[in-house]
């Protein structure tokens, strides 16, 4: 169902995770430019956030998002490329997290960035129009069990670190 008073969706929401995310990437590779003594503790503790966002938007897409749009597509390619997508992110993240040589690390996670780049790109330039198109999803919804959902992970991470 379509909205029609222009309220905010489950599309928007996991798009705004986007543009935080991208902005964090652009904040990390500002600091692999900086001289300063405090940058390295600064791109640890970027990094650390980057890879726990993507965490939490990648769970939520593949629990409730993912799931309700194959109810509804009848082509789920672009499903299965953005689930592969997500595997190979969730790889990168477990070396970044995992520490070590820094020179490498930010490698990762200026690949990781690229990744997401791309797999942003077709969510919002084909997976997001379907599902908006879809007549029987409900985005306002999901949007609050996305929201809910994401509020629980977050809530475990923090519970952990």
């Not at 905010?8 to 995770?17: E, G, M, T, Y």
């Amino acid at each position: 169902m379509p909205s029609t008073r222009g309220e905010k969706d489950a599309c928007d929401l996991l798009d705004a995770d986007h543009k935080a995310v991208k902005k964090m990437f652009k904040e990390y590779e500002e600091l692999t430019e900086s001289k300063a003594r405090s940058a390295s503790q600064k791109k640890q503790e970027l990094a650390q956030q980057i890879c726990q966002e993507l965490t939490v938007h990648a769970q939520v897409e593949e629990e409730l998002f993912y799931p309700a749009l194959r109810g509804v597509l009848k082509e789920t390619d672009l499903l299965d490329e953005a689930e592969v997508e997500h595997q190979s992110a969730k790889d990168l993240i477990a070396q970044i997290q995992a520490g070590g040589d820094e020179e490498k690390i930010d490698a990762k996670v200026t690949v990781l960035g690229e990744y997401i780049d791309h797999h942003v790109k077709e969510e919002r330039n084909e997976i997001f129009p379907k599902a908006r198109a879809a007549r029987k999803l409900d985005l306002i919804a999901m949007r609050d069990a996305i929201e809910a959902r994401k509020e629980e992970l977050m809530s475990e991470m923090s519970s952990m670190a």
